[in-house]
């Protein structure tokens, strides 16, 4: 009896049979769908902000000299909001432009995609060196385009990548100066007083700190990441 239960109950949607076209176009959906939700992680990563603002409030934390202060959990949450609020616009384009149009039915699943794809080409290119576009180009013996439109993904993700990175490492930069300042006077100073057996960094800690938030550094960091896009 169980078995012919299982049998009577049918999944909507997923029939690896040959009836009805209908059924197989909605089959290729979901598995796309999930295709989708299983990149996600690496498309918000590779494709978004998310990369630049994450690795430049490490920086702020380990030039701090707080281990593990902010834990890594707030440091990923801040990161992922700030990646929302600066992707905003792409992702608003992206809903008018193309989502809806398609729930709608007014655009087929290709053309949507291209549409969908185009704010965020159009955000890439925008913050990736021409030198490291070039690379992957020369690289890989493609055509210089005439259009955002048609540079390949397979060229403008990984030059993007690497040009945030070197991005955030410029800004990393820079916020290690003024810790490392302190961290040097502190040094000097105790050399000079003849004790050094006492770790500098348990003495400039609280002296970064201190600076760190006389200065509001969270918003003097926040503020240069949001103007840096």
């Not at 239960?5 to 979901?30: C, K, R, W, Y």
């Not at 609020?85 to 655009?107: C, H, K, R, S």
């Not at 397979?154 to 690497?162: G, N, Q």
């Amino acid at each position: 009896m169980m078995e012919s239960l299982l049998l009577s109950v049918a999944i909507p949607g997923i029939d690896f049979g040959t009836n009805a076209p209908e059924d197989v176009g909605i089959t290729l959906q979901l598995l796309f769908l999930l295709t989708v939700l299983s990149l996600a992680p690496g498309i918000l990563i590779m494709l978004t902000c998310f990369t630049r603002i994450v690795i430049v409030l490490s920086f702020v934390r380990t030039a701090l000299g707080t281990q593990s202060m902010p834990p890594n959990q707030v440091l990923i949450g801040l990161a992922l909001f700030l990646t929302f609020f600066v992707m905003a616009p792409v992702f608003t384009e992206i809903n008018e432009n193309a989502l809806q149009p398609y729930l709608a039915g007014d655009m087929p699943q290709e053309e949507a995609l291209d549409a969908a794809i185009l704010p965020v080409k159009e955000f890439m290119a925008k913050h990736t060196r021409e030198k490291d576009l070039a690379l992957f180009f020369k690289y890989g013996q493609l055509e210089k385009p005439d259009s955002i439109e048609e540079i390949p993904l397979t060229a403008l993700i990984p030059a993007f990548a690497i040009s945030e990175l070197k991005t955030a490492f410029q800004i990393g930069f820079v916020i290690f100066i003024p810790f490392l300042v302190i961290d040097m006077v502190v040094a000097s100073t105790l050399m000079a007083m003849g004790m050094m057996m006492l770790p500098p960094v348990m003495i400039s800690l609280p002296f970064k700190i201190l600076l760190f938030v006389l200065v509001d550094g969270w918003y003097l960091i926040v503020e240069s990441l949001l103007v840096s896009f």
